[in-house]
C-alpha cells in the first residue's frame, strides 16, 4: 500500500508523538538516593561508604570526598548531597581508622582493632594503595555500567587527606597501559582544603616532583587566610606547582578556558574539615565552578569508554 504525503507526515507526526514522553522522561530521571555500602581492601579492610549517584549516566563526574584526620564521611554528608544535585556522582569513604571503618581481618581469621594513635609514617601508605583503590574499584564497575565517567575522576581531600589525593593521584598516573587496557591516568583534578605537606611523617613532597603533578593535573587550593601556617603552606605548593608549568595566556578569554590551577584564599581562620564543609565558607560554589570549567564544559575531550578487562577481572 502506498502512502500519499498527508498520510506519511501524519505518521511521523504520531511516532514523534511517543517517542518525546521517553526522552523528557529521561531527562527528569530521580536523582538515586544515598546508598551506605562497603569495599573491601585487599589488606582486609572493610571501608564502609556512603555513595550518592548520579543520574547523568556516562556524563556524571565522579568525586572522591574525602574526610580529615580523625574525621567520618557523616560530616561530608551535607557538602555531598549538594555536589550531587549539580549532577555528579560523590563517594565518601571512612578511611580506615576513622568512622565505621576500625577493623581488619588478618588472614589467620583474626579481627583486630585500627587504633589512629597506633598508626605510624609506614602505614599511611595503605590509605593510598589500599583504601583508595578499593573505591576506585567500585567507580570502575559504576563506570564500566554506564552510570558515571571514570576518565574524569576528581578528589576532594582536606588537611591530612590532601596527602592521601595527591599520592594517589600520582600513583594513578603511574600505572602503565598494558596491550591496550588502560589501567590508570583517570584522575584529572584535585581539589586541596587547607593542604598539609607533612602529617606525622606522610608527605607529598616527592609526588610534587612527578609529571602528573607539574602537568596533567588541575588543581584547585582552597585555604583561609587567617591560619597562617596553612596558608602559608598553600602558597608554597602552589609556587612549587606553578613554575614548572609557566602557562603563558594570550588574553583573558584564553586564561578562562586553559587556566588549570587555582588558588582561593578565604577571609576566615576556618582551616581543613571544617573550612570544606562549614557553609559560610562557601567551598561548594567554588568546587562547581572548578569542575564545571575544567571537566563538565570539556567533556569532549574525555570520552566514556568501558574499561572491563577482556579477562573479566
Same mark, same amino acid.
Request: proline share 4%; charged share 25%.
Given at each position: 500500500?502506498?502512502? *500519499?504525503?498527508?498520510?506519511?507526515?501524519?505518521?511521523?507526526?504520531?511516532?514523534?508523538?511517543?517517542?518525546?514522553?521517553?526522552?523528557?522522561?529521561?531527562?527528569?530521571?530521580?536523582? &538515586?538516593?544515598?546508598?551506605?555500602?562497603?569495599?573491601?581492601?585487599?589488606?582486609?579492610?572493610?571501608?564502609?561508604?556512603?555513595?550518592? $549517584?548520579? *543520574?547523568?549516566?556516562?556524563?556524571?563526574?565522579?568525586?572522591?570526598?574525602?574526610?580529615?584526620?580523625?574525621?567520618?564521611?557523616? *560530616?561530608?554528608?551535607?557538602?555531598?548531597?549538594?555536589?550531587?544535585?549539580?549532577?555528579?556522582?560523590?563517594?565518601? &569513604? #571512612?578511611?580506615?581508622?576513622?568512622?565505621?571503618? @576500625?577493623?581488619?581481618?588478618?588472614?589467620?581469621?583474626?579481627?583486630?582493632?585500627?587504633?589512629?594513635?597506633?598508626?605510624?609514617?609506614?602505614?599511611?601508605?595503605?590509605?593510598?594503595?589500599?583504601?583508595?583503590?578499593?573505591?576506585?574499584?567500585?567507580?570502575?564497575?559504576?563506570?564500566?555500567?554506564?552510570?558515571?565517567?571514570?576518565?574524569?575522576?576528581?578528589?576532594?581531600?582536606?588537611?591530612?587527606? +590532601?596527602?592521601?589525593?595527591?599520592?594517589?593521584?600520582?600513583?594513578?598516573?603511574?600505572?602503565?597501559?598494558?596491550?591496550?587496557?588502560?589501567?590508570?591516568?583517570?584522575?584529572?583534578?584535585?581539589?586541596?582544603?587547607?593542604?598539609?605537606?607533612?602529617?606525622?611523617?606522610?608527605?607529598?613532597? @616527592?609526588?610534587?616532583?612527578?609529571?602528573?603533578?607539574?602537568?596533567?593535573?588541575?588543581?584547585?587550593?582552597?585555604?583561609? %587566610?587567617?591560619?597562617?601556617? +596553612?596558608?602559608?603552606?598553600?602558597?608554597?605548593?602552589?609556587?612549587?606547582?606553578? @613554575?614548572?608549568?609557566? +602557562?603563558?595566556?594570550? #588574553?583573558?578569554?584564553?586564561?578562562?578556558?586553559?587556566?588549570?590551577?587555582?588558588?582561593?584564599? @578565604?577571609?576566615?581562620?576556618? *582551616? $581543613?574539615?571544617?573550612?570544606?564543609?562549614?557553609?559560610?565558607?562557601?567551598?561548594?560554589?567554588?568546587?562547581?565552578?572548578?569542575?564545571?570549567? %575544567?571537566?563538565?564544559?570539556?567533556?569532549? #575531550?574525555?570520552?566514556?569508554?568501558?574499561?572491563?578487562?577482556?579477562? $573479566?577481572?
Amino acid at each position: 500500500m502506498k502512502l *500519499n504525503t498527508l498520510s506519511y507526515a501524519l505518521i511521523l507526526f504520531v511516532v514523534a508523538g511517543c517517542l518525546v514522553p521517553s526522552v523528557q522522561a529521561q531527562e527528569s530521571k530521580e536523582i &538515586p538516593k544515598p546508598e551506605v555500602m562497603s569495599v573491601e581492601t585487599k589488606d582486609g579492610v572493610s571501608i564502609k561508604c556512603t555513595y550518592f $549517584g548520579s *543520574n547523568k549516566g556516562k556524563n556524571a563526574v565522579p568525586i572522591i570526598l574525602l574526610h580529615g584526620w580523625e574525621g567520618k564521611r557523616a *560530616n561530608m554528608v551535607g557538602l555531598a548531597k549538594k555536589i550531587q544535585e549539580s549532577g555528579h556522582a560523590v563517594i565518601i &569513604p #571512612d578511611l580506615r581508622g576513622h568512622g565505621d571503618s @576500625k577493623s581488619v581481618t588478618l588472614p589467620n581469621g583474626q579481627v583486630k582493632e585500627i587504633k589512629l594513635d597506633r598508626i605510624r609514617a609506614a602505614n599511611f601508605a595503605t590509605y593510598v594503595t589500599q583504601d583508595m583503590e578499593a573505591v576506585k574499584r567500585f567507580l570502575m564497575t559504576e563506570n564500566n555500567a554506564g552510570k558515571l565517567n571514570i576518565e574524569m575522576l576528581t578528589i576532594i581531600g582536606c588537611d591530612f587527606s +590532601t596527602i592521601v589525593a595527591v599520592n594517589w593521584a600520582v600513583q594513578d598516573w603511574s600505572w602503565p597501559v598494558l596491550s591496550g587496557l588502560k589501567q590508570g591516568q583517570d584522575v584529572k583534578a584535585l581539589v586541596l582544603v587547607s593542604p598539609d605537606p607533612s602529617f606525622k611523617g606522610f608527605s607529598y613532597a @616527592k609526588a610534587l616532583q612527578t609529571p602528573a603533578m607539574s602537568s596533567f593535573l588541575s588543581i584547585m587550593v582552597i585555604v583561609g %587566610r587567617g591560619e597562617a601556617r +596553612t596558608y602559608s603552606d598553600a602558597k608554597k605548593l602552589e609556587l612549587m606547582v606553578t @613554575k614548572k608549568r609557566m +602557562t603563558k595566556f594570550e #588574553d583573558a578569554a584564553e586564561s578562562r578556558d586553559k587556566k588549570d590551577f587555582f588558588r582561593i584564599d @578565604k577571609p576566615t581562620s576556618l *582551616n $581543613g574539615e571544617r573550612l570544606l564543609i562549614e557553609p559560610q565558607a562557601d567551598c561548594l560554589k567554588d568546587i562547581l565552578y572548578f569542575v564545571n570549567a %575544567r571537566l563538565v564544559s570539556k567533556q569532549g #575531550d574525555f570520552s566514556w569508554k568501558n574499561r572491563a578487562s577482556p579477562l $573479566g577481572k
